[in-house]
């Protein structure tokens, strides 16, 4: 996934497209807590302009567990959220939310946090850039687990569909 190009260390070029984009109602199967999570990061530019496919999909599932989708599903891109804004959304107490976000920003480092006590807030972020990164930035190798791997071969099935080309396509030049 990472090539270096002119002393330069970064991404290669996606293979050529082979993206088989699809609808949220051909996943039938899929909780429904999840597939709103896809639908975040699925064709909106500051989610990273994912579009709906198998690949999405097995990621959010490999991201989110369903509860973790649930609260997930109410940070939109662009907003700021608290945990009492959360727990109101998703109707369960604050306690309980404070610990599905502090896996997520903490633990897997798949959204972000700011602040501290009742003014923390927590901001969707990118898959690429962005979730890539964050889950993998560890101060050693050895914290990285069975989980890390599969997120990885994931990330590398998602990035091969070439979806990034349509994105690149969309996105406002300076």
Not at 93 to 110: C, M
């Amino acid at each position: 996934m990472i090539q270096v190009k002119g002393g330069i260390i970064g991404p290669r070029e996606p293979r050529r497209k082979t993206v088989k984009v699809k609808k949220i109602s051909d996943y039938p199967g899929v909780s429904k807590a999840h597939l709103e999570v896809a639908e975040i990061y699925g064709d909106h530019r500051l989610a990273g302009g994912v579009p709906i496919c198998d690949e999405l999909i097995a990621l959010i599932q490999h991201l989110f567990t369903e509860e973790e989708a649930q609260v997930m599903r109410h940070i939109k891109p662009g907003t700021k959220e608290t945990a009492k804004s959360l727990a109101e959304a998703e109707h369960r107490p604050v306690e309980e939310i404070k610990k599905v976000l502090n896996s997520l920003s903490r633990e897997k480092r798949i959204i972000l946090s700011m602040g501290s006590g009742e003014e923390r807030i927590y901001l969707t972020i990118p898959i690429l850039p962005g979730v890539f990164e964050f889950v993998l930035a560890r101060t050693s190798m050895d914290s990285l687990t069975d989980w890390h791997r599969r997120f990885c071969e994931l990330m590398e099935k998602l990035f091969e569909t070439g979806y990034q080309l349509d994105h690149r396509s969309k996105t406002p030049r300076e």
